[in-house]
DNA sequence: ATAAACCCTGACATCCGTGTGAGGGTCAAA
DNA sequence: TTTGACCCTCACACGGATGTCAGGGTTTAT
């Protein structure tokens, strides 16, 4: 398939297709003309890169194992543990922070609505 | 008091006094050589510009209400409350997205470990 | 043969506060 | 006066996946 059809196959522009071989997630073989020809399992595998990157994981990261993960199942590939071991510890910093910048928020903003109050009260 | 005096007064790096000026959230007077010449208030003005950013607000917000805070309590400054509450929405949204990415992440590394565990059984 | 649809590479833009470096002027103490 | 510390503006880089445009070649159906 050319890279139009995996494009509609799998929702991912082709920008993003293209990105994704230099990247080194995907790979393709060439016509003379120099288009694109994709295997069909490559719309398996283009969804697979998707659900990694909408999981937060990177190109490099996701290019570390996705070729094990293609083959086998998830939990059978050695170099997936760490990295989601890693991003989960990201996630957990990234909830910290903003949890205390959203109850800082909550004060002002509750604050701001006693000053109001009391001004109608006045 | 000049720009490297601010700068250590505040812990603001001097390419960032610069950008808070270019964005209108900060002014100074220059000598005749151009050196900014700032006011003793600056200092807390821009410890005031550093509190809002480490709240995630952008330089645009922070200049939609900065010159009413400075004058007046927060809570009497109408701008405030839009900005925060909008803030606030966006947080949430960010966590609840982090927090449905944890509980994926979760998942995962539980039933890798499960496999591992198994894989040892035998 | 021609038009429409498809594909190619390369490169700039995005977000936005901050780091950094070039190239050059100013101030203060010795 | 010289030296070192300080200041100025301008401009590129970052992060990282994606949008978009330019300029140009290919395929396919009519």
Redesign the interface.
């Given at each position: 398939m050319r890279i139009g059809e995996l494009s509609k196959a799998t929702g991912a522009s082709i920008r993003s297709l293209r990105y994704y071989e230099k990247k080194g997630l995907l790979t393709a073989s060439r016509l003379e003309s120099g288009y694109r020809v994709y295997n069909p399992l490559a719309v398996e595998q283009v969804r697979t890169i998707r659900l990694y990157l909408?999981?937060?994981l990177n190109t490099e990261q996701i290019a570390s194992f996705l070729h094990c993960v293609m083959k086998s199942?998830?939990?059978?590939c050695e170099e997936?543990?760490p990295v989601?071991?890693k991003?989960?510890s990201e996630?957990?910093g990234?909830?910290r922070l903003?949890?205390e910048?959203?109850s800082?928020?909550?004060d002002?903003?509750a604050?701001?609505?006693?000053?109001?109050k009391e001004e109608k009260a006045q």
């Open positions: 909408s999981l937060g199942k998830e939990a059978f997936v543990l989601f071991e991003k989960l996630i957990d990234q909830i903003l949890s910048i959203r800082n928020l909550i002002r903003i604050s701001i609505r006693e000053e109001k």
